[in-house]
Structures are given as C-alpha cells and as structure tokens.
C-alpha cells in the first residue's frame, strides 16, 4: 500500500486530500509547514509527496530542492493556488515529477498520484 505524504498549510484541503486518498487505499500522513514535511520525510518512507508552494517556513520550492536533493527517488507533485510560469518552471526544475493547480478536481488529483505512482488507471 502505498504511502503518501501531504505538505499543506491548509488544514481543509490537507484533510479533504488525506480522506480522497485514503478512500482508494493510501496511507496518508500530513505536514502543515515546510519544516513539518522535511521531518516526517526524514522519519519514514513515503512513495509519493503531495507538496504545496506556498508554506510558511521554508515554502514549497525550498522544502522541494532539499527533498529532491536527499530523497532524489520520491515522486514530489508540486499543488498551488497562485502560480506564475516562473513557479511551475522552477518546481520543474527543483525536481517536480508533476505540478497541480487548486482548487483540482478529485479525479484530476488520482490522475496526477496514480500517475506518478506508476499505477493503472
């Protein structure tokens, strides 16, 4: 079963992706700040980071470039709400398998995941 991270400073949207995932089978651990997702992706394995740009702490493309760097096999989809061509060619650049604009649809989200995952369907 795989395991997913998700770095969100969103409670709402954390725990609304946390119960979608979860509904298909992932086990689901969430992060509010930069500082909390670097941690819990030190701590434990995770197959796949759900990660936002805009974080307090280091944000998103900050906490991106040093997870990549370290933990350079984890898929890392990039989320945001307020993106520029800038944002989304640097989280490329950063090391992002993927990049999803909010608000995202529930089928886009799996889309994206089973993706990056590798999974069918």
Known sequence: MPRILIADDDDELRLALAQLLELEGFQ???APDGPAALNLAHQCHYDLILLDVKMPGPDGLEVLAALHAQL??????MMSGQTGRNTVAN???YGASDFIMKPFNDEFVLLAVRRALRLPG
Request: glycine share 8%.
């Open 28 to 30: 689901i651990a969430g």
């Open 72 to 77: 350079p096999d984890i898929p890392i989809i």
């Open 91 to 93: 989280a490329l650049r």
